[in-house]
């Protein structure tokens, strides 16, 4: 059980966007259409997952936070490209305009649409219950496409909070980057609001149709992430559904390991990676993580709850991580040091790593042992079992408009 097998798992997927504050004497077309082709890259990596007590068992925290606010820019980024554009220089203007034949670097001739307060209504997403009307809109669609690249809807281009919050999808193969040549079909979507309950802003980001494949080894899975006690913590929780088929296939060499741990879980095919932890935002960035992996709809202290007596490498928790990256783990929660975020002590507006953890892979509606304050499980935050599986042969809301 030592060596039972290596994961990959993707961690960082950004959008980056250029500076354009000093373009305004530019037009808007021109602003726009220089944005995108010299502005849009989208970076992916992979890390081992598990592979015995070593580092590699926290593949996914080690560079998943850089991955996490990479992504957080994605929607501010936008509105404000299209505020220096001078879309928003006139508040009540309503305003529709569709850019053809814009040539894209490394995207090819696209189709810009922007809806400027003409409302879009009737907007369904994985991460809120019913609809929305939000009333701004931009998309991205290859020219000749029926399918967009990318959506963006949003209510407030001076802020994502208070009001809808902002929603995008986008198809990560039609960005040019070769590393996502064979993603196939896969669908981001990203929902950025206010939690009601800490007032501060979340984000989630959801994904599907992945191929299980070296380039994009999970099918579904959902990052949430919170920024918490007065902005000076983050709490990131995960949950990403893999398949011991697919696995093998990616990694013939492992094969053998790979049964053996799918035998040591029952011998469910799909296998489920949960992931807690609260990181300072502060320098050296001080970081306790909680994670497991689990076949059943409940998840355990242990991988697939084997006893860490017997199983060597079955209790990852806790790790602890810094500026560095992976300095240990296998912790008991008095071993964490004091100066790293608690496993079992949170505030009054943030949650300890346990608390984190004990809300992660649960059902929509799901009360939690100790967090009456929070409140039941919300829809930005389901994480369950039931919640992934329902993604095989159904949209469930996350695809485009």
């Known amino acids: 059980m030592k060596k039972l097998l290596l994961l990959f798992l993707f ?63 994605i929607i501010d980024s936008l509105i404000l490209a299209l505020k220096n554009a001078g879309y928003f220089n006139n508040p009540g203007e309503t305003r529709t305009d569709v850019l053809t034949n814009v040539n894209l670097s490394g995207f090819g001739s696209a189709t810009l649409t922007i809806k400027i307060n003409t409302p879009t209504a009737n907007i369904a997403s994985t991460a809120y219950t019913g609809n929305k ?19 963006l809807f949003f209510d407030d281009p001076s802020t994502t909070l208070g009001n809808d919050g902002a ?50 080894i999970s099918k579904h899975g959902r990052v949430v992430l919170t920024e918490v006690d007065s902005g000076r ?35 469910s095919d799909n296998i489920y990676y949960v992931l807690a932890y609260m990181q300072k935002f502060d320098s050296p960035f001080q970081t306790t993580a909680k994670a497991t992996f689990t076949t059943l709809a409940t998840k355990a202290e242990t991988i697939c709850n084997l006893p860490a007596a017997s199983f060597a ?26 100066d790293y975020p608690s496993p079992t002590v949170g505030g009054t507006d943030f949650m300890s790593v346990d608390e984190a953890f004990n809300r992660t892979y649960v059902a929509l509606g799901a009360s939690i042992a100790g967090q009456a304050a929070l409140g039941t499980v919300k829809q930005y935050e389901e994480t369950s079992k039931a919640y992934f599986d329902a993604f095989d042969g159904s949209a469930q809301n996350l695809s485009f408009k």
């Open 11 to 73: 961690l960082s997927v950004s959008f980056q966007f250029s500076d354009f504050h000093k373009q305004t004497r530019k037009s808007s077309h021109t602003i726009l259409s220089e944005m995108l082709a010299e502005s849009i890259h989208i970076g992916f990596g992979s890390e081992k997952l598990w592979s015995a007590t070593s580092a590699d068992n926290w593949g996914f925290v080690r560079q998943s936070a850089t991955w996490a606010r990479g992504n957080s820019g």
């Open 233 to 267: 913590q983050l709490c990131f929780r995960s949950v990403v559904r893999l398949s011991f088929t697919k696995l093998k296939e990616i990694n013939p060499s492992g094969a053998a390991g790979l049964d053996q741990l799918k035998t040591a879980c029952g011998g």
């Open 313 to 338: 490498g079955a209790k990852l928790s806790y790790g602890i991580f810094n500026i560095n990256g992976y300095v240990t783990d296998q912790l008991t929660a008095d071993q964490v040091p004091a």
């Open 133 to 151: 009307t939000f009333n701004h809109f931009f998309e991205i669609k290859k020219t000749g496409a029926s399918t967009p690249s990318l959506q």
């Open 167 to 216: 929603l995008v999808y986008y198809r990560l193969v039609d960005f040019g980057n070769p590393q996502f040549a064979n993603v196939g079909d896969v669908i981001t979507e990203s929902y950025t609001g206010n939690e009601s309950v800490y007032g501060t802003k979340f984000q989630t980001y959801t994904w599907r149709n992945g191929p299980e494949n070296a380039s994009w």
